[in-house]
């Protein structure tokens, strides 16, 4: 054994061209599948941090509601869950917010969790310093607490240990830190950095509320409980609640759903193809080093007949052979780690920030695992073709039948040609796969947004801090609105300005059930539409270059005390009214509320992601609804950042107590939207381009090597009267039949796997002919030039050289 | 049918241009059955293949039939080798993954003969030299013989009006080698083939009806 490893160490050295070709490869196939597994370790395997996480659910309310097969809950169906169910150990709320943290340093809003003391213990999570609250202390009217999260309590607070009993600001008010959680603690789908008592922010009246469904609910199951146990028990309290508040609970059910599901769901298929991707990258690296092997092997048939001559027994060029690829595999997996750990950087946006504070990427043991059994199965794939070989020398050794040389060859030759045709297969596959990703990036890129994303700044004021001063008087937040807007539309360079409570592609959600005064021909009376709602202030479309397509836009008579008018777009026009050509003048309510006029329809924009189309949208003045417009949008006449400073000052100078928590631009907010699809194109037409690589080098290889081995036969057809042509058109024919199975099997392997796909694409189908043409015309163009190098050097055989040299 | 005129073949190597031909003037008729002799490295074979047009980077003369082979091109040439030469090689040169029938098609491949024509040629052939036999064998199921057997009935296939063999008994025991002998002999007195052959061996010359020597790239016996 040990004189094996010095011969193979002997001979990858003297062979360095080889030895660092087939290291890099493996590196760069095992390196790239372990990167890919840690993301997928760290998103889909690795349990949550909690005890006993196989206990631990997420509750749904079961609704067609909005539009959807499931909602969040309601307060007082919650509380009626937790009293009532019989198969929770413990069930907890929690509502995603935000505060302005005051007090210590710069102004900085930081999303914050409102919770039930109840949801910490049912996720069984301890302090790292201080405590949790205790039954009662999360009720209306108890004290104003708070517990850190330890990223918070590191960076602002610079793990000061005297914190837990001190106060700090929030949203204006004093708050007693009573704990801080340990490093990695998040509620799981979150990104808290504190968390406050639901009862700091609702009154007892919110507690009874069956109408706002926009809680979180987490629960542990009792041990020895199932999740179909837990579902039944759900039921039969949704049933129960249907018929004691048949007005707000008539259609809904209520169910359960593992915890992890519901962090990891969103993620899964791009994970699912990216891991499939890499797969095919390293089978397609696989192939084409047994080819190489396969080849370097042949090169020492000599060596190899010596051996059997003098007696070696074929177990021992089996153990030869595949310590050689041990050798290489192990070097190429250690290096492939250190490929991984560097492409954890690169992966890190792939990982959502809710996913991340609870999984973050890491070098695990399961990681390390994936790399080895990767690296090993590679040893043996790799391995393989040489060990075939060895059996058939050994075979061919003990017939020396004349003819098999031949039949050996032939044999060998198509065991190499299949060897390519898998990797032209495979590479096609990925290069579809990565066509179709950037068909879809293209057509986002290009999609109409609805408004002009440029030369536009979003500054966002604390929308808490805004309640705080302005949440009591409507005047007060008239004036606060119209003054900031005065002063901003003086700066020079600001063309117009707009407060929102939703920009596009940053606020998604608040949706409200809207009724027509005049019902739709098709619809039962009474029949609600989920809306979009909206408050703006009356330069909102200006600014952001919404077309007004019929009617007025909002204007700044449209006041409190005036008749409430809104503005809704053409989805929910076409929603609402489609039998009316000019709806501007029809009436709409939400719930109990009054009437409110159309007074102009406005083109649609996408508001919830580039890849979904408008949805109905209604637009409030918000002077006449009351839903903090915290969101400044200022369409300037030159590069929007010149402006920023001076916005702040303005800001300031109205009321200093309102700051400005983030600004951006609303082209930042576009390309931030577009950045996961780019990182996954990205990503895939990577792996595509290695694999087209691989799989070119390995028709270049196998080309090469027959020229080389057919340098006589060139010779001889030469001596014969063969024309270069000749001799060009024999070769290239010969290697491009590997290519028609080739493409077409990677056809079909694409063609079956890009359905996986369907998710990830947007404006184009999964078997969408211009990529899959596209994608074969690369392969075939990759593929001549491939087989067009070597076999140029077929066409130059000088016949005496050749012949000479037998 | 052909002639060389102070012909020159010049191979320019590191330590200065080596002669490997110097100044030959040669006439082979039609019908005739030369032999060059001549010891190793005198340029047999090199002038064999001038002869064959396999080389082109000569200085000189050279005329077949009524071509200035000199004056032509690179296509011409290919051309004037495919309608008129037949070459045999010592080591017979046969393609291993090729059979008999099909190592016998490659020539008139190169020559445009259609499909149907070439393979009633390789038919005729096969009949012709008697080896109906092994048409399906490859080259590594023959004996040295056989190969060279059918490396003859290939350099005749498309019926060539010059056949050049280089040294063609050099890996054949002696019956094997007078088997050819008799063959070229037959060819040349009953078919009319002009045959040049390189050989070593004076029992081999004596088949033909002429002996060419030379010696240090030069033509010392004509």
Redesign the interface.
């Not at chain 1, 010779?715 to 009267?721: D, S, V």
């Given at each position: 054994m040990l004189l094996d490893l010095r011969l193979i160490a002997r001979a990858l050295l003297r062979a360095p061209g080889f030895t660092v070709v087939v290291v890099a490869t493996l590196a760069l196939a095992i390196g790239t599948n372990t990167a890919i597994f840690s993301a997928i370790n760290a998103a889909l395997l690795r349990p949550l941090p909690f005890p006993a996480p196989d206990r631990l659910v997420a509750v749904w309310e079961k609704t067609s509601l909005f539009g959807l097969h499931y909602s969040p809950a309601a307060m007082a169906n919650y509380a009626d869950w937790r009293a009532q169910n019989r198969t929770f150990q413990e069930m907890g709320l929690h509502e995603s917010g935000a505060m302005l943290l005051t007090g210590t340093g710069d102004a900085e809003e930081v999303p914050c969790g409102l919770v039930t003391a109840s949801l910490f213990l049912a996720l069984q999570a301890k302090p790292v310093a201080g405590r949790l609250w205790a039954e009662g202390e999360d009720l209306p009217g108890s004290a104003k607490t708070v517990v850190l999260s330890h990223g918070l309590w590191h960076r602002r607070f610079a793990q000061d240990p005297q914190l837990v009993g001190r106060t700090v600001q929030l949203g204006g008010e004093p708050y007693t830190v009573i704990g801080i959680m340990p490093p990695g603690f998040a509620i799981p789908g979150q990104t808290d950095a504190l968390w406050i008592p639901l009862g700091a922010l609702y009154d007892a009246d919110a507690l009874r509320n069956r109408h706002r469904h926009n809680f979180f609910v987490a629960g542990r199951l009792k041990p020895g409980v199932t999740l179909a146990q837990a579902n039944a028990d759900l039921e039969a309290i949704a049933a129960r609640l249907q018929h004691e508040y048949p007005d707000t609970n008539a259609d809904l059910g209520t169910f359960a759903t593992p915890l992890a599901e519901h962090v990891t769901g969103k993620v899964r298929p791009l994970y699912l193809v990216l891991s499939a991707a890499v797969g095919l990258l390293l089978f397609t690296a696989c192939a084409n080093l047994a080819n190489l092997m396969l080849a370097r092997f042949l090169g020492r048939s000599h060596e190899t007949a010596l051996r059997l001559a003098l007696g070696a027994a074929p177990r021992h060029l089996m153990r030869h052979a595949l310590l050689e690829a041990g050798v290489l595999g192990l070097l190429g997996g250690a290096l492939g780690l250190h490929v991984a750990l560097w492409s954890m950087e690169l992966l890190r946006p792939l990982v959502p920030a809710e996913l991340a504070m609870l999984a973050p990427l890491a070098l695990d043991w399961r990681v390390l695992g994936f790399a080895l059994a990767a690296t090993l199965a590679t040893i043996l794939l790799i391995g393989c073709a040489p060990l075939w070989q060895v059996t058939r020398a050994a075979g061919f050794a003990a017939s020396k039948q004349?003819?098999a040389?031949?039949s050996l060859?032939?044999r060998t030759g198509r065991f190499q040609a299949a060897l390519v045709v898998v990797q032209l297969a495979l590479s096609l596959t990925l290069i579809v796969g990565a066509g179709l990703l950037v068909r879809t990036f293209d057509q986002l890129r290009s999609a109409d947004l609805g408004f002009r994303s440029e030369r536009v700044v979003v500054a966002r004021l604390s929308g808490n801090a805004l309640w705080q001063h302005y949440g009591n008087s409507r005047a007060a937040r008239s004036g606060f609105y119209r003054e900031a807007l005065r002063r901003i539309e003086a700066i020079p360079g600001v063309a117009s300005a707009a407060f929102t409570n939703g920009v596009p592609l940053l606020n998604k959600g608040n949706m409200a059930q809207f009724v027509p005064e005049r019902p739709r021909s098709s619809a039962p009376a009474g029949e609600s539409v989920t809306v979009n709602r909206r408050s703006v202030s009356p330069g909102y479309f200006a600014t952001l270059g919404v077309p007004l397509l019929r009617g007025r836009t909002l204007a700044p008579t449209d006041t409190e005390g005036q008749p409430p008018v809104v503005v809704v777009n053409t989805a929910l026009a076409r929603t609402l009214w489609p039998d009316l050509e000019d709806p501007v003048g029809q009436r709409l309510r939400n719930g109990d509320g009054p009437w409110a006029t159309v007074v102009g329809i406005v083109g649609d924009m996408r508001q919830k992601g580039i890849d979904r189309a408008g949805a109905p949208e209604v637009y409030f003045s918000c002077d006449q609804l009351w839903e903090p417009a915290a969101q400044l949008v200022v369409r300037t006449a030159a590069d929007p950042r010149t402006v920023v400073a001076q916005l702040r000052r303005e800001l300031a100078a109205v009321n200093p107590g309102l700051p400005v928590v983030e600004a951006t631009t609303l082209a930042a907010i576009v390309d931030r939207e577009l950045a996961p699809r780019r990182l996954q194109t990205l990503l895939l037409g990577l792996f595509a381009g290695l694999a087209l690589l691989v799989a070119a080098l390995g028709l270049y290889g196998v080309v090469a090597y027959s020229v080389v081995q057919r340098t006589?036969?060139f010779?001889?057809?030469?001596?014969?009267?063969?024309?270069r042509g000749?001799i060009l058109a024999h070769v290239f024919s010969r290697n491009l039949r590997l290519l028609l199975p080739g493409l077409g099997l990677g056809l079909a392997i694409a063609l079956l796997l890009t359905r996986l796909m369907a998710g990830l694409l947007y404006g184009i189908a999964p078997h969408d002919p211009l990529t899959f043409a596209a994608a074969t015309g690369l392969l075939l163009l990759s593929a001549l030039l491939a087989c067009w190098l070597p076999t140029r050097r077929a066409t130059r055989v000088d016949?005496?050289v050749a012949?000479r040299a037998? | 049918m052909l002639t060389l005129r102070h012909l020159s073949r010049v191979y320019p190597l590191k330590s200065g241009p080596y002669f490997a031909l110097r100044n030959i003037n040669l006439e082979i008729k039609e019908g005739e059955f030369v032999s060059i002799m001549g010891p190793s490295g005198s340029g047999k074979s090199t002038l064999l293949h001038i002869l064959g047009l396999h080389d082109s980077e000569w200085e000189g003369e050279y005329q077949f039939a009524d071509t200035d082979v000199h004056r032509l091109g690179k296509s011409a040439r290919a051309d004037l080798q495919k309608k008129n030469i037949g070459f045999i090689f010592q080591a017979y040169h046969l393609i291993d993954d090729l059979t008999v029938a099909e190592n016998l098609e490659v020539p008139l491949s190169y020559r445009n003969v259609p499909r149907k024509e070439r393979q009633a040629i390789v038919c005729d052939t096969l009949d012709r030299f008697h080896i109906v036999g092994k048409r399906d064998l490859f080259p590594s199921q023959l004996s040295g013989g056989q190969q060279q057997l059918v490396g003859v009935a290939r350099a005749l296939v498309a019926h060539p009006t010059l056949l050049l063999a280089d040294e063609p008994t050099g890996n054949l025991h002696s019956d094997q080698g007078h088997e050819i002998m008799e063959l070229f002999r037959k060819l040349n007195r009953e078919d009319g083939v002009t045959i040049v052959q390189v050989t070593h061996s004076i029992e081999n010359a004596d088949y033909g009806s002429r002996i060419v020597r030379l010696a240090d790239g030069m033509l010392v016996n004509n």
């Open positions: 004349s003819g040389r031949t060859g032939l006589r036969e010779g001889i057809r030469a001596a014969l009267g063969a024309s000749a016949p005496i012949l037998e | -």
